[in-house]
């Protein structure tokens, strides 16, 4: 206890405290309450003005949004579970293959929605919209924003699984999104009785029960054949079982690298998962999560050789079932950051130009860019990059740190056809490549097919 | 009357000035613990002094200036977490350690490491706990909770981090589990 006591105290009191910098920044503070106290009554005088306007410019806005959204767009808009879900669920919503529930359980003056359900043989997923009594202090009660959620979920009265979490989206200041989901719900069929049972939200214990039934997606195809391919140094590729549902692709996978290029940077062992649509067009999938038993997984090796086996799941964003995977390792120039929720992650250095005909990402393998097309749905554009590396070029908004990926590319001859979600705005727009080297291993490349 | 008042305000001013240059290494420091960033450090401080001295009258027990504002930090802490949440999520790429829901994989760390990539609630259990050292009835004042939620939760956050120690943290551990 005194070793542990002690330990913590010092990992605080070690901290190095920036004395002039603290006292001037304390001072500062002090100096500005103080006159921050002296205008309050001036303050309140303009906040009636300054309400009206809002309410004026929030009527102008609300109408001008209501005015241009289309009907399909705004489903999606107003989806949780399209705003929140992976790619396949996503794509569920634009097919409108989810069942919309609209549940409410009322407790303790705390509103529970279930808003949406998607089952397949892969998985179950549910949307909630969590609203919470305005008195609430959300803080002191969880020392979290978002209030945590414990309950329980039955299947024909039979506990299938407990949760509890603390993840929410926030929608406004009360009001909470999230999403529920189970997997392995092969033995879940379409008229089982599902019944979710919410005991405490943020603390407050109470009774949120909902029963419902879910429209299921059927499709499921296993595939138990599997293939191991080896290079000429030895290096080996192993895919076992592939089972595919709607909105997943799940497959067994081993990797044996025993030699490759040294590794430097911040290293990390990928697959690229391409999913080829009928004309050839090469949708790049995600994966939803990669998975490991092994005792300290290499997904960020160190060194050669290094044998990796995972179960991975990907997100399918395009009804294909031919897939090519390919493994390749990653090193990126990185800088080390504080996730809010705790942990270390890493930001990736970027090499950004001005998306313009003749800008040039110079990459250890450059990047040109020879024309933007705006189409209806999408813009293209056409590039030269080395065909093997296997990631495309990214799309941002310049000075914004969230960015576009590619849905989609076509390799001509002369040039590679690059697919985006439509732009606005060009102008303000960059194109990007992470200052990466990426080691590929074409010879280990598996393609599979599911139907 | 009003010079009455003018000058017991005044006095409560130079008050709630000398006992926040007592206190501020302390606070500068358990903000950095979130943060592990001086001017995001600063910028807690900053804040939490801010609401502090417009809330100063209403604390009616002086001797509480330290819990009241330590809660006052923390609060401003998760606060700048949760909005620049906002802000970091955008961000292109990045890499959780943690990723890997289903790998069981557990890693010999040290303590600062793993009190680095602790919640910001578990963080604040261990900071009240263990570097301020109140008593769990005390945290549960300070936390507005019930003493039992608490000390599942110090149990909770104890667990994890015998578990991140690997073997070498076991025995360490129980001797902490025995005092919660």
Known sequence: MKKFQGDVKNLIDNVSVPTNRLNNTVNQAIETAKSQKNVRFHKKQKLWASVASMLVLALGSLLLTTHFLGAADKQEQESILYAQGHAGLQRMVEEDRQTNLSLVALDKNIKVTIEEGYLDNSELALSMTINMPQNMNLYSNSNMYEPTLHGELFVNGISRSNFSYSHHSIKHDYTFETIYTLDQTRNIQENDEITIEIDNINGVDGNWRFSFHLEKEEEYIENRDYTTVEDAIGNSFYIGTKRLSPTLLEFTAKTTIVEGEPLEGFSTYEMSVIAIGDDGEMFIQDWYSRGSNQYEAPYHPEEFPFTLGESVKVSRSVDAYTYRVTPYIASYNAREVIIPDGGIGYNWDRIAVPLEKGAIISTESPVEVLAIIQEEEHTIVHITMDPSIPVMPRIAERGSKDHTKAISYKINDNFIEVKYPKLEELKSQEIFMFDATYQVFPELTQKFSLK | ?180
């Not at chain 2, 606070?27 to 002094?49: R, T």
């Not at chain 2, 120690?165 to 001797?175: A, P, Q, S």
Request: hydrophobic share 35%.
């Open chain 2, 1 to 180: 009357m009003s010079k009455i008042r003018s000058f017991f305000k005044l006095s409560e001013e130079h008050n709630f000035e000398e006992l926040i240059k007592a206190e501020q290494a302390k606070l500068y420091k358990i903000a950095y613990s979130y943060v592990k960033n001086e001017q995001d450090a600063l910028d807690i401080v900053q804040d939490a002094v801010i609401k502090g001295y417009k809330s100063y009258h209403k604390l009616n027990e002086k001797n509480y200036f330290s819990t009241w504002m330590t809660r006052i930090v923390i609060n401003s802490s998760i606060d700048f977490l949760r909005k620049s949440k906002d802000v970091i999520s955008l961000e292109s790429e990045w890499f959780d350690t943690g990723r890997n829901e289903e790998n069981k994989t557990i890693v010999k760390m040290d303590l600062e490491k793993i009190f680095n990539e602790l919640k910001p609630e578990q963080k604040t259990l261990l900071i009240l706990r263990f570097y301020s050292g109140y008593t769990v009835p005390e945290i549960a004042n300070i936390l507005e909770k019930r003493e039992g939620t608490i000390k599942s939760q110090l149990h909770r956050t104890l667990s994890e981090v015998k578990k991140k120690l690997g073997n070498e943290g076991g025995e360490y551990y129980e001797e902490v589990s025995g005092r919660c």
